[in-house]
């Protein structure tokens, strides 16, 4: 154990107690809202911004990106001076945490959160190992700077703030908690074009921190200001706002954008429930999205038809909106399960039947296979067994054909080509991306496609692929889940009106073309709903659009993903009278059964201690959660969710279980 470290202790005491005192400040003028920054910035001769996460937002993958980037840099820089020195077992990241420890416990003035300037760890790493050379150190600094430079972006609304404060002749600084020095920051703000900043303060360079307020005082003492003559702007509540205004300084938080956008007042119910409740999860998929776009330099996104149609249509609003982000292309390519199952497999066998059994459709097993691998049942040879010579061969033929309109179409589109690009879908297996890379892995050129899904939950998936909203690969649980569990919602919403893929042909001037499912029963139906879908859609893009205009705070991507993962997990078991009154007219709908579109809630909906027969047939609706919630109430929710909690761990028991519910209710 530890030896007890009195003056320690003592620090976090009166760190807790000036924090407590800053959030109990009852002043007005230390308590701007975010509402009221023009009339903030009026009262202030001088306003600080935090740099961050507030002048600039800060990819959360920078820190671990850092420190694997950093191995090669130093090997970069010692082979450009000719230097021998060997790299150490353990790697250059944790010699440089070694040499920082080692400069922060010398210096007595940083007893609490030490922050050693990145510039002093390198010239002690150097010099340990004899090697006194200021190019090495400047060569790092420039490495690290390019890397900053690369994994943040900045704030345009804090920008406007910014030019604001110019404009009515306010000193402007910037204050920050930095390992990086003043000389660099100044550097970092100017390569994003971020320009009069009169002065910046570090907390690497004054011994002092915003957290424990000290960094504050070193900052009035230099500019010889009066607290009451400050505005501070930042993101974080304890280190930019209440040590803020524990010192006495007006402290403005950046609001999330949750706190801002607000749902216009209107009585199409559709409307409010797509921009309340279906808008933030949409915003965050897309800064899911963009975060994965650029830790991997996507450059072009391929959207699926068609549920992909919604999903380009958000992240083009989103950019439009922000146009500091990367900015790859947005394409949509016409493919569908349908359209490269019997391509991809070349066959139909066992596989292919027990995928089918696993869709929810009526109607005979084998028809249904057929028709969804691009077959006729009708001219199809009468089937004996799968191995059937006669079937396998007519089967063979069309695979081959398939194949051959297949392969041209991916030409066209220039997909597996690059590396550069990525499909993107709402999931949820990554059967498309599957089947391509498995059918063309062995052709020459042919670069394996990488996804990115809304949700993906495949057991035993080894697809390079992200499920940005949930992945089973992550974790099995109920928040991962979540997406999955709301599927039926979220493929309504994001479908284009056309139909189907089913494959593709050539017209009369030899130009391929996707070939679209025809009207039928289940097509009417869902063009039947237009009017709800199409509200909700529009609730949601005004949402985006609303949100990607504000301010975001740069959390980290766990944090976005879980805050969206609770809306669908609650939309999906716990949903209100106005939601189920919403989603109850959208129906679900399967390509290959034409005639088949039940709604998501059956219309039949006895209580189960009445009716316990009837009730148990009513499960049978697509959207289970709903049904449950809209017959039952809260408590039979919850049972369903605790339920639901226990067949994620077991499949096999809610395989067994499905089946004693099927017979139970005479299905």
Known sequence: MGRFDLS???LQVRTAWRLLRGLSRRSRRLRPTWARREAALEAAQLVSFDIFGTLLIQ????????????????????????????????????????????????????????????????????????????????????????????????????????????????RVIAISDSELGGAELQRLLQAHGIQGIDAIYASCEHAADKFHGDLFHRMLAAEGRAPGQCLHIGDRLTADVWAARWSGIAALRVPSVQEIVETPITEDAAYRVGHAVMGPIFVAWARLMMADVRRKDWQRLAFVARDGDLLREVLRQWLHARPTQPQPVLDYVHLSRRAVALAAAGRIDAAAMAAQQQIRAPGELLARTLAFHGLDAEATPAVQALDDPAFQGRVAEAARRQRALLTDYLHAERLGQDDTTALVDIGWRGSIQAALNRAFASQPGFHPLHGCYFGLWEAGCTLTATGLLGDSRRRRSLFEAAPWQAALLLEPLCRAAHGTVTGYVRDANGNLQPQLSGDSPAHQAERAQHRVTDALRQGVLDHVRAAARL????????????????????????????????????????????????PLIAADRPAPWRAPRRW??????????GYVMATGGRALALAFLMLDALLLASPALQRHLQAWARRAAGL
């Open 8 to 10: 320690r202790f003592s």
């Open 59 to 170: 990819d959360p993958a920078l820190r671990a990106t850092l420190d694997t980037a950093m191995d090669t840099e130093i090997e970069r820089a010692l082979a450009a001076v000719g230097s021998e020195i060997p790299a150490p077992p353990e790697g250059w990241a944790f010699r440089l945490q070694q040499h920082r420890d080692e400069l922060a416990a010398e210096t007595t003035e940083r007893p609490a959160r030490p922050e050693v300037p990145r510039r002093e760890v390198y010239a002690a790493l150097f010099e340990s190992h004899g090697a006194r050379c200021e190019a090495l150190t400047e060569a790092l600094m420039q490495a690290e700077l390019a890397l900053h430079r690369r994994l943040t972006w900045p704030n345009p609304d804090i920008l406007a703030l910014l030019h604001a404060a110019r404009t009515r002749g306010l």
């Open 551 to 598: 301010t975001e705070l740069a959390e980290p991507d766990a944090r976005v993903r879980r805050r969206a993962q609770r809306r669908l997990l609650r939309l999906a078991h716990w949903p209100t009278k106005e939601e189920i009154a919403v989603f109850e007219h959208l129906v679900h709908t399967e390509s290959h059964v034409p005639d088949w579109a039940p």
């Open 616 to 625: 148990l047939a009513g499960l049978a609706s697509p959207w289970r959660g």
